[in-house]
């Protein structure tokens, strides 16, 4: 029988309840600031996990069962070697809520030296003891591949190393992979990689396409048979990252902001719902604590219960039915989230 892979153990598929499929729970405190830097890592620790369980304490009575942890190695506040999943363990168990662990690397320029010099076949390696046998060395298997990126408007050598690794070990493993797209680009091209190292694209998602400007464009990824993420929900404003540099001299400089609206979010779901690609979209807010400030009236107000509340009800005044929605958060999660 199938079986979803949390890093508390393996739970049923039909137990997961509403799926979040995209986030970094690790991220909701992020550094040590607020107690004026003046504690341990294992205060820092205990800090990350108890601003997560807060954080999740609204979802269970939206019916809310699972979420998904999509960082990768050395960024999104996973360690460089991963060791730090167990704290994800400690948050399933404290908040009562199944968390999936992914297992990706990211962007060469956030990337950890050891992915930098990694070959294919060696993250192939690393990845398929991720699922097997577990992260690091904490017994924790990786329940997803993912999110595994391009960049914006190309895809780099070293993006092309991962997405192929990944690829690779999703078909040795028999897990989901999901993708991390940059502002919605390269999302074709990432299904030819991945479909090319003999990836069934059913078992692919694609992420961030609501980041996309391009319905249309959306709708091609679609009709390649992958699955998408609209995972971006309640992130209308954030700014292009970019390594953390200090500027040679004092003064102005420019940064790229970008913005996204709910409402076009929406609009489009309900209209790509009508069109009949409801079975190939999951949801979520990808929501880092660093990016709330950036979204006072959305994350900052409701945080991880936002999709469960306001684009909710967006969605309803839109048309989309309760059925609709426990396809997008029940259904189609459970399934790419089984393993045989």
Not at 99 to 109: D, M
Not at 219 to 241: E, H, N
Not at 245 to 266: K, T, Y
Not at 309 to 325: N, P, Q, W, Y
Request: net charge negative; with cysteine; proline share 4%.
């Amino acid at each position: 029988m199938p079986d979803v892979r949390t890093v508390t153990g393996t739970v049923a598929p039909s137990s997961l309840r509403k799926v979040l499929f995209h986030e970094h729970l690790l991220m909701v405190l992020c550094g040590p600031w607020q107690s004026g830097g003046l504690m341990d890592r294992a205060e820092l620790h205990r800090q990350q996990v108890d601003a997560a369980v807060a954080a999740l304490s609204g979802l269970p009575e939206l019916g809310f069962g699972t979420v998904v942890d999509l960082s990768p190695y050395g960024d999104a506040g996973r360690d460089p070697h991963g060791e730090n999943v167990r704290l994800l363990q400690q948050i399933a168990e404290k908040s009562g809520l199944n968390v999936v662990a992914g297992t990706a690397t990211y962007r060469r320029e956030f990337s950890p030296q050891w992915v930098i010099d990694a070959s294919i076949d060696d993250l192939t390696d690393r990845f398929i003891a991720d699922a097997r046998t577990g992260i690091a060395d904490t017994g924790i298997r990786a329940g997803i591949l993912g999110e595994q990126p391009t960049s914006e408007d190309e895809i780099t050598d070293h993006d092309a190393k991962g997405l192929r690794a990944a690829a690779r070990a999703a078909v040795a493993t028999g897990l989901a992979l999901a993708t991390h797209t940059t502002h919605g680009t390269m999302a074709l091209e990432q299904v030819d990689v991945v479909v090319g190292e003999g990836l069934d694209p059913s078992r692919v998602v694609i992420g961030h396409m609501d980041n996309h400007t391009d319905l249309d464009y959306v709708r091609r990824v679609l009709d390649r048979g992958v699955c998408i993420g609209f995972d971006s929900v309640g992130k209308q404003f954030w700014d292009a990252r970019q390594p953390y540099r200090i500027p040679r001299a004092n003064g102005e400089f420019s940064r790229r902001a970008l913005f996204r609206a709910d409402q076009v979010r929406a609009d489009w779901l309900a209209t790509l719902i009508g069109e009949g690609y409801r079975d190939q979209i999951v949801l979520s807010h990808d929501l880092v604590g660093a990016q709330v400030p950036l979204n006072p009236e959305t994350l900052g107000q409701r945080g991880y219960t936002y999709l469960g509340t306001t684009f909710t009800e967006m969605l309803a005044d839109r048309g989309v039915t309760s059925g609709d929605l426990d396809a997008l958060l029940c259904v189609n999660p459970a399934r790419l989230l089984a393993v045989n």
